[in-house]
């Protein structure tokens, strides 16, 4: 089955500067990528994905890019706030089945 | 609000004991997930329902046990609870197959076992 690794598992910065989250996948058969936020206590939220046939999407200070040739996808924050520090969740699904293969999550924290 | 409901929100109860957790899918979303997030942990996928028939399973204990009824809410029942059985268990359900959507999730029940 599908394996995603994500990283790092925890990334601190300075509010303003930029986050990177990264995340890997195993099945090139997998074509449609979300990203979840989850704040403390709370349940998963999308908060952008992107489909194998778009290199990139953005949506106001969030971008995810993906090259499906070293099965790697990124999620970027720019200027970020402290409103940003969550847990962040990248995931891999295969379009026709809806499973969704989650990575281990990443631990958001901007620093005011 | 999400459109997925779960009950209870939380619970506690005792080793060796078992509880039934409800889930009520969006309406029209045929498929119903079950994770369970321990501390500080991330979304272990448990199991996956289509309409009423298994169509995934994941790291599920042999204790546990899910269903999905004709109504397309789903049950995840746990019996024989030990300590580490205590977490955060999310239902989400998405779209009908072939409609690749988001996974839309609930608010969890937050299981406590002393």
């Known amino acids: 089955g599908e394996n995603v690794e994500q990283h790092p598992s925890t990334l601190s910065v300075q509010e303003g500067d930029s986050a990177v989250i990264k995340c890997t996948y195993s099945?090139?058969?997998?074509?449609?990528f979300p990203w979840y936020k989850q704040e403390l206590g709370k349940r998963p939220q999308l908060i952008i994905d992107?489909?194998?046939?778009?290199g990139e999407k953005k949506d106001q200070r969030i971008a995810v890019t993906l090259n499906k040739t070293a099965k790697h996808f990124s999620l970027h924050i720019t200027e970020t706030q402290p409103e940003d520090s969550a847990v962040y969740f990248c995931a891999a699904s295969i379009y026709n089945f809806n499973k969704f293969y989650f990575g281990s999550g990443t631990k958001l924290n901007v620093k005011p | 609000d999400s459109g997925v409901t779960q009950t209870p929100k939380h619970l506690i109860t005792a080793t060796g004991q078992r509880v039934t957790l409800r889930c009520s899918p969006r309406s029209g979303d045929l498929s119903v997930y079950w994770y369970q997030q321990s501390l500080d942990q991330g979304l272990q996928f448990l199991i996956q329902?289509?309409?009423?028939?298994?169509?995934a399973k994941g790291n599920i204990l042999e204790r546990f046990s899910a269903q999905q009824f004709p109504d397309l809410h789903s049950e995840l029942n746990l019996s024989s609870l030990e300590l580490g059985d205590s977490a955060l268990y999310f239902c989400?359900?998405?779209?009908?197959?072939?409609?690749?959507?988001?996974?839309?999730f609930g608010e969890g029940s937050r299981l406590t076992v002393l």
């Open positions: 992107i489909r194998s046939n778009v």
């Open positions: 989400a359900s998405s779209e009908r197959q072939g409609v690749a959507g988001e996974l839309f």
């Open positions: 329902y289509y309409n009423g028939e298994e169509r």
């Open positions: 099945d090139s058969a997998s074509n449609y």
